[in-house]
């Protein structure tokens, strides 16, 4: 069976690979210390820190296995000048005529994506619609709560 390739800018994979880097040396260290710090108190049936310190452990264990996976099946994608059509790299104005709002999305691969920023994933619901489109064209975004239409205005 093949592995599933993620498909990541050159600069979205040096972040991965800063971020791996991090949680595998720093963050691992800091966490270790906390857990010893929290034995060294005694009884660890009722220490909240030291369980808090466990669960942390997890979570960036976890973190470290899927950006790890994620850095090994990579696909690197050349960056594209091209604006006549949307494709990763791309930010793209579009307009939800049922909201009456316009937005600006930038669409990435899925590791580079960041809600707060509007860098969306180019395997997310919308930016699987708006892929390969052009301004002026209205795609269907089909989302877990239902369809809508976004109005391409602008790609930059």
Known sequence: MSEQQFEMTQKGYDEAVERLKYLQTVK?????????EARSHGDLSENAEYDA????QAANEGEIAELDYKIKNAKIIELI??????????????YDEELDE?????????????????????????????????KGETVKVMAPDGEYKLTIKEIF
């Open 28 to 36: 691992r260290q800091e966490i270790v210390e906390r857990i010893s």
């Open 102 to 134: 316009e937005d600006v999305y930038e669409i990435t691969g899925s590791t580079e994506s960041n809600a707060m920023e509007n860098k969306i994933s180019n395997e997310s619901p919308v930016g699987k619609a708006l892929l390969k489109h052009k």
């Open 81 to 94: 000048a091209d604006t006549s059509y949307v494709h990763i790299g791309s930010k793209v104005k579009v």
């Open 53 to 56: 310190a466990r669960n942390e």
